[in-house]
């Protein structure tokens, strides 16, 4: 049935709930103009009242329960800006249960719980919209569903992670340490009070899931994603990488290869004349390489409370368009293939290696055998410093797979004269 008025339910009011009403009170009647859909903020829910008495709403829209939203039978559409597993998925569900549409931004829970709930809301011909989950303001989600439909995505690289671009651009930019560049992300507000899950990495994993899963059609869980952070990565090595031609990133890698799907996250040398080579300070980036369109990039703010509601209620607005229309359908998943995946130890990389040597006869020729003997063939070798009467050198190696490169490395790292904790990063390819 037609609908000319479509009523939102919010639950959560924190940073992003309030960006989103905002939003709605700036531009929500040229919004509403747009779809041809009057939409209107039907009721708020978050545990803390005084957050929502912040929000200066009327009363009869606010509530501490989120009952009163998941079950007021006028919500057409409920926004979930919770964030975490429990209880954003109960809610989700009891959302789905009481035939509304649901808008999130919740990332961790789409990772994991993502095929589970839109197949929940496909049998239920509701539909998830989930945007803001991954990039903040920038479009993806819609891109990877509907303008790239016709190609055949091959290969996706992304800076998802604003916390980690904004650190290593400080200590390329200013030569700061990790931790300086951590501590003035922290007070800039670009990283979390508990940054762990940026630094480690697993913030860019659940986003490069939840783009994979689209970009490939397949079903992903967690185990299938490699994961490295970026806790190893010095300002020595940023330093090196931009005298060779590179700067440094942490980056999500989705690869279609015929043996399967190849998913990981690690810092990489990126090329400075790559694109995402000129991705700075906070800003996120997705490369995306098709068969037939070739390469597209989408550029912006992956995060912030005003940029991630333009997502938020683009969605609710796609919502409220297919309730107005009543073709709930239309832009629905449909269900993701199962697939191979290929192990990080079966890929071809190129690899930086920056370790420190005593100086003296014989070193260079035990390195030569340990590479020789895996077949790792060396693009770049450099000995110009030295570190407390020690020689430091850098090299980078030619395309080698993973397990031999691995076996070499192991190999050299028992070389007597080299010393302990040497870095080591992979090449963008
Ligand atoms: N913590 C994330 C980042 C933003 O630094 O990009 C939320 O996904």
Same mark, same amino acid.
């Given at each position: 049935?037609? !609908?000319?008025?479509?009523?939102?339910?919010?639950?959560?009011?924190?940073?992003?709930?309030?960006?989103?009403?905002?939003?709605?009170?700036?531009?929500?009647?040229?919004?509403? @103009?747009?779809?041809?859909?009057?939409?209107?903020?039907?009721?708020?829910?978050?545990?803390?009242?005084?957050?929502?008495?912040?929000?200066?709403?009327?009363?009869? $829209?606010?509530?501490?329960?989120?009952?009163?939203?998941?079950?007021?039978?006028?919500?057409?559409?409920? /926004?979930?800006?919770?964030?975490?597993?429990?209880?954003?998925?109960?809610?989700?569900?009891?959302?789905?249960?009481?035939?509304?549409?649901?808008?999130?931004?919740?990332?961790?829970?789409?990772?994991?719980?993502?095929?589970?709930?839109?197949?929940?809301?496909?049998?239920?011909?509701?539909?998830?919209?989930?945007?803001?989950?991954?990039?903040?303001?920038?479009?993806?989600?819609?891109?990877? #569903?509907?303008?790239?439909?016709?190609? %055949?995505?091959?290969?996706?690289?992304?800076?998802?992670?604003?916390?980690?671009?904004? $650190?290593?651009?400080?200590?390329?930019?200013?030569?700061?340490?990790?931790?300086?560049?951590?501590?003035?992300?922290? #007070?800039?507000?670009?990283?979390?009070?508990?940054?762990?899950?940026? /630094?480690?990495?697993?913030?860019?994993?659940?986003?490069?899931?939840?783009?994979?899963?689209?970009?490939?059609?397949?079903?992903?869980?967690?185990?299938?994603?490699?994961?490295?952070? /970026?806790?190893?990565?010095?300002?020595?090595? $940023?330093?090196?990488?931009?005298?060779?031609?590179?700067?440094?990133?942490?980056?999500?890698?989705?690869?279609?290869?015929?043996?399967?799907?190849?998913?990981?996250?690690?810092?990489?040398?990126?090329?400075?004349?790559?694109?995402?080579?000129?991705?700075?300070?906070?800003?996120?980036?997705?490369?995306?390489?098709?068969?037939?369109?070739?390469?597209?990039?989408?550029?912006?703010?992956? =995060?912030? =409370?005003?940029?991630?509601?333009?997502?938020?209620?683009?969605?609710?607005?796609? =919502?409220?368009?297919?309730?107005?229309?009543?073709?709930?359908?239309?832009?629905?998943?449909?269900?993701?293939?199962? =697939?191979?995946?290929?192990?990080?130890?079966?890929?071809?990389?190129?690899?930086?290696?920056?370790?420190?040597?005593?100086?003296?006869?014989?070193?260079?020729?035990?390195?030569?055998?340990?590479?020789?003997?895996?077949?790792?063939?060396?693009?770049?070798?450099?000995?110009?410093?030295?570190?407390?009467?020690?020689?430091?050198?850098?090299?980078?190696?030619?395309?080698?797979? @993973?397990?031999?490169?691995?076996?070499?490395?192991? !190999?050299?790292?028992?070389?007597?004269?080299?010393?302990?904790?040497?870095?080591? $990063? %992979?090449?963008?390819?």
């Amino acid at each position: 049935m037609d !609908k000319e008025t479509v009523k939102i339910g919010l639950l959560g009011s924190g940073t992003i709930g309030g960006g989103v009403i905002a939003l709605l009170n700036r531009n929500g009647s040229e919004i509403s @103009e747009k779809i041809d859909v009057n939409l209107v903020l039907g009721k708020v829910a978050d545990r803390d009242l005084s957050r929502l008495q912040a929000l200066r709403l009327p009363e009869e $829209i606010i509530s501490t329960k989120a009952v009163d939203v998941l079950e007021d039978p006028e919500i057409d559409v409920v /926004i979930e800006l919770i964030g975490g597993i429990e209880p954003a998925r109960s809610m989700i569900i009891s959302a789905l249960d009481n035939g509304k549409h649901v808008v999130t931004a919740n990332k961790d829970l789409m990772a994991a719980y993502g095929e589970e709930l839109l197949s929940l809301a496909r049998d239920k011909n509701l539909n998830i919209y989930y945007e803001a989950s991954v990039g903040g303001g920038i479009p993806l989600i819609r891109p990877l #569903k509907q303008s790239l439909i016709a190609d %055949r995505i091959c290969r996706l690289v992304g800076i998802v992670n604003g916390t980690t671009n904004y $650190i290593f651009t400080r200590m390329a930019q200013d030569n700061l340490s990790l931790e300086e560049a951590l501590s003035e992300a922290k #007070k800039l507000g670009f990283a979390e009070a508990d940054p762990s899950s940026d /630094i480690e990495g697993r913030d860019a994993a659940y986003k490069l899931m939840i783009l994979s899963r689209l970009a490939f059609g397949s079903s992903i869980d967690p185990g299938q994603v490699y994961v490295e952070g /970026i806790s190893a990565v010095t300002d020595q090595d $940023i330093a090196y990488a931009r005298e060779i031609g590179f700067t440094v990133k942490l980056l999500a890698i989705g690869e279609k290869m015929p043996e399967g799907l190849a998913l990981r996250v690690h810092p990489a040398l990126v090329p400075l004349e790559h694109p995402l080579a000129s991705v700075l300070n906070e800003f996120n980036a997705i490369y995306i390489e098709g068969d037939a369109i070739g390469e597209v990039m989408f550029y912006g703010r992956g =995060a912030g =409370a005003m940029p991630t509601a333009t997502a938020v209620l683009a969605d609710v607005a796609e =919502a409220a368009r297919s309730i107005r229309y009543n073709c709930a359908g239309a832009v629905s998943e449909k269900s993701f293939q199962k =697939a191979s995946f290929v192990p990080i130890k079966d890929l071809n990389n190129r690899f930086y290696l920056r370790f420190l040597a005593d100086d003296r006869p014989g070193v260079f020729a035990a390195l030569a055998n340990a590479f020789g003997d895996e077949q790792v063939s060396l693009d770049m070798v450099i000995q110009k410093r030295r570190v407390d009467s020690t020689a430091e050198i850098v090299l980078v190696t030619h395309d080698v797979r @993973e397990e031999a490169f691995h076996r070499a490395f192991k !190999k050299v790292m028992s070389i007597p004269s080299i010393k302990p904790n040497p870095s080591m $990063i %992979r090449l963008l390819g």
